[in-house]
RNA sequence: GACUCCGUAGCUCAGUUGGAUAGAGCAGCCGCCUUCUAAGCGGCAGGUCGCAGGUUCGAAUCCUGCCGGGGUCGCCA
């Protein structure tokens, strides 16, 4: 299904032949060149480099990489599915394919339908995508909406190459910030008993949305919890908030289309059924030798007043490529964040995931290398961690920087722009970038209705489609328009250049799946879409000036039906594109 | 100071895990609507890929050193 691949094989194969015959090594590893579009059309419809990256391991029997690209490309020239193959440059092998192959890709994309670019599934094991994992302390802002598209579709993509995919959210129940949190909510049962509590004090959380905790604290316990010290009402005013929080947070995901099979609780880490799992996983590094009481040198840079000289619990984590080694315990006795995070990534290492992917924003960066250390430590090797680290979203409205202060209260809300700008907007654009890439977002010009606007460009591409094929049904009869008519068309009928163009990018589509998955990086899928949508429009546009060469054509109904053949299957990898994203694709734009 | 990400057209950004003559959109200029949606398309112009070395058949991509910007830097999460 992938010819890029395919073709991988089949010059693998020849490559063979030739250590066979003892001209190459028999060590050749066979994984090292790759078969890729060329840049340049004129080059055909693959290029390989194989001559080129065995060029060392030839020198013995081939004088130079042209000699052994021209045998390679001798024995290619034999496959029936080769026009032509030809040495070019330094030693690239350019392969012309058949006519006839791309028109089995296409009837091959009719047959699988909405399958078409599905992975085979992978041995490699389950994968674990951990995305959003937002403190349960407020609403979330766009920041944060940037991680949640991005692991979303990176999960979306994973499952769509044949990844068996747990999406999963760490919720940090259990630090100082809940409890904060949790007194916030107090006050507002107070207030919501009747109570004048005037400003919030300094150090509280000030928002409004903390109001419907202290009603439902109110409803539940009466004025149970009003005259008793914290220690009494802390767990029900916790509880109450992390719950509230927490289906704020389902909400406004669910407003993107997102949602989680799996919520972790930190604190069901020390406080769940099966004991003290932090604990445990200490005592499991702790038995391969990986923990040790020992000091720390100060913190270089900024000097660091409270700096206290004093041996603590470290995880030798500079045994698996950090820099020093960290702390597990607190001064008061605690867990550290990070002990808990170990405990948290065991379970999963311990669930079955032989790849864990976390994805961050970019301020933990610091944080990546003594997890990943920990994964190691923790699986022994056989589990891997990637984590995606997601930069800053700077939110614009038609070119000017919105202002956002958390101080002032009056700072935008995730949930805030996607009422504004709708889901489709806010994914794809979120998509149409490097994770690693700042971003900025213009409310403004993602509601423009025009090719400036990535997401309605791609979006009416797929209309567009839908349209012609809706169209079909006014002149051509029913029987002719089933996708078993449209795959015993003459495909070969479909030889002007545009058409071969959309032909060609749709063979691209498996490999750019495969390409975007293996990299965790969906945004290669948006720019594909987007390149593809404009294939369409342009060949769209050139049937404007020459009618023969439009879709629907009254006097070559044979060639018609070809043609549409090649718009569903555009429209079915649009709209099974988008669909990875998470977006949306409209049968028309009205 | 250490670590990390970024630096590509005036602006916003891609660049197929090292490939051939570095691409797209915006902004600028010039064109294309009687006919499947002009919410679109075509053309022109625009570059020392931050700088300097190195690795090799070949570097925007990998390594080293600088320059500039963001982030992080025992006990917060």
């Known amino acids: 299904m992938n010819i890029y691949a395919d073709f991988h094989h089949r010059i693998a194969a020849i490559l063979e032949t030739i250590v066979a015959s003892g001209r190459l090594p028999a060590e050749l590893d066979l994984n090292r060149f790759v078969v890729e579009p060329p840049r340049d059309p004129s080059h055909g419809d693959l290029a390989a480099n194989a001559a080129m990256v065995y060029a060392k391991e030839a020198k013995a029997s081939f004088s130079n990489p042209r000699q052994l690209a021209s045998e390679i490309a001798f024995a290619l020239a034999e496959d029936q599915d080769v026009a032509s193959a030809e040495v070019a440059g330094p030693g690239f092998i350019n392969i012309l394919l058949k006519p006839e192959v791309f028109g089995r890709i296409l009837r091959r994309a009719l047959e699988l339908g909405a399958d078409f670019g599905k992975g085979a599934a992978k041995a490699a094991g389950k994968v674990n995508v951990e995305y959003v994992s937002a403190n349960p302390t407020g609403p979330m802002h766009v920041g944060h909406g940037r991680g949640a598209v991005f692991g979303d579709a990176l999960a979306n993509l994973l499952e769509f190459s044949g990844a068996d995919v747990t999406r999963e959210y760490y919720i940090n129940d259990a630090g100082a910030q809940v409890d904060v949190l949790a007194r916030s909510a107090h006050l507002r049962y107070r207030e919501a008993l009747g109570e004048a509590i005037g400003d919030i004090p300094e150090g509280l959380y000030p928002g409004d949305y903390l109001k419907s905790v202290g009603a439902t604290l109110a409803a539940r316990f009466g004025d149970s919890l009003l005259e008793r010290p914290e220690t009494e009402w802390i767990e029900q005013a916790r509880a109450a908030a992390i719950e509230g929080m927490m289906a704020m947070i389902r909400d406004d995901l669910a407003a993107l289309d997102i949602t989680h099979a799996i919520f972790f609780s930190e604190r069901s880490l020390t406080r769940g059924e099966a004991g003290d799992q932090v604990a445990a996983a200490i005592a499991a590094l702790r038995a391969d030798g990986l923990v040790y009481e020992g000091r720390l040198p100060p913190p270089k840079g900024q000097p660091a007043e409270d700096w206290e ?59 990546v290398s003594r997890m990943r250390a920990a994964v190691e430590a923790l699986s022994h090797g056989r589990a891997s961690l990637d984590v995606k680290l997601c930069q800053l979203v700077k939110l614009m409205r038609a070119g000017e920087p919105v202002k956002m202060s958390k101080r002032s209260g009056d700072f935008v809300t995730l949930r805030e722009v996607v009422d504004e700008v709708g889901r489709d907007a806010v994914r794809f654009m979120m998509l149409f970038r490097k994770n690693d890439a700042p971003l900025e977002f213009d409310l403004a010009k993602v509601i423009e209705q025009s090719k400036d606007n990535p997401v309605f460009y791609v979006q009416y591409a797929h209309a567009r489609a839908r349209s012609v094929l809706r169209q079909a049904h006014v002149s051509i009869p029913e029987h002719r328009l089933t996708t078993a008519a449209f795959e015993e068309a003459d495909l070969g009928l479909l030889v002007d250049p545009g058409e071969l163009h959309l032909i060609k990018l749709v063979a691209q589509f498996p490999r750019v799946i495969e390409a975007a998955a293996g990299a965790h990086e969906p945004h290669r899928l948006a720019f594909y879409l987007h390149e593809l949508a404009s294939a369409l429009h342009g060949h769209w546009t050139r049937g404007k000036d020459q009618p023969q060469l439009r879709f629907l054509n009254e006097e070559m109904p044979n060639l018609t039906i070809a043609r549409l053949a090649l718009v569903k299957v555009l429209a079915g990898v649009l709209s099974a594109g988008l669909g990875v994203l998470g977006v949306s694709a409209p049968d028309e734009m009205r």
């Open 309 to 367: 000289d004093r041996e603590q619990t470290l995880f030798r984590s500079t045994a698996f490529g950090d820099d020093v080694d960290r702390p597990l315990l607190k001064s008061d006795g605690g867990y550290t964040y990070f002990a808990s995070d170990i405990a948290y990534h065991k379970t999963k290492i311990d669930r079955g995931f032989a790849l864990l992917i976390d994805v961050w924003g970019a301020d933990h960066g610091g944080y």
